[in-house]
Every structure is written in structure tokens, then in C-alpha cells.
């Protein structure tokens, strides 16, 4: 249960993480993907080359259409999510991503 709930709001004590969930632009498919908060992360430097936060860019394809989308986030230096978009679709929030998962899973069957 306590699992459970850790994995709902996307951090653990032992590997924090954050799910990101976007839209393809053309196709309407979703995506999932998991980021490592302490692994996947870039520091960013300012002016002075002192870190000034973390950013990721990673690249998310969805088995519809197979197009790439590249998804950039930005985290201050606690690693909190500041800003999140996506080239070549949007984001989503995970229940946004869940509904249309179950969508797509009743046009298939
Ligand atoms: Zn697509």
C-alpha cells in the first residue's frame, strides 16, 4: 500500500523520480516515461558557472505513429520541477494519460 502510494505521487525516499506524461501532436497517442531525479539530470551553470538548477531533455515516441517528440524540463537546485514542454506534442497529467489509455484499450478490443 505504502508502495503504492509512493508510486501515485512520483517520488520514493530512494529513488525519486517523476513520471512525465505527454500527448503526440499528430497521432493524439500517449506516452509515459520516467525520469531519475538524481541519474538523468544535467546540472545547468550560470553566468558566474555556479549550478544554478537541472535540466533534462529526453525523447519520447509513442507506438502509434512513431514520431519523436523531445521533452525539456527544468528543475531548480532542490530538483523541483519549474518548468516541462514538449516539441511535437503536450503535456498531460497522469490521470489525463490513464482515461485515454482506457479509451484506447476499449477501441481495440
Ligand atoms: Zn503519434
Given amino acids: 500500500m505504502m508502495q503504492w502510494l509512493r ?57 502509434r505513429c512513431f514520431r519523436l517528440m523531445t521533452a525539456e524540463l527544468r528543475f531548480d537546485r532542490q530538483r523541483r520541477l519549474i518548468s516541462q514542454e514538449v516539441t511535437g506534442g503536450q503535456i498531460i497529467t497522469a490521470e489525463e494519460y490513464e482515461a485515454a489509455r482506457q479509451q484506447a484499450r476499449k477501441q481495440t478490443r
Fill in 7 to 63: 508510486q501515485l505521487f512520483g517520488r520514493t525516499e530512494e529513488a525519486p523520480f517523476l513520471l512525465l506524461h505527454a500527448r503526440c501532436g499528430r497521432c493524439g497517442a500517449v506516452v509515459q516515461t520516467r525520469i531519475n531525479l538524481y541519474n538523468d539530470l544535467s546540472v545547468e551553470y550560470d553566468d558566474r558557472e555556479e549550478p544554478a538548477g537541472y535540466w533534462i531533455r529526453k525523447e519520447l515516441m509513442d507506438d
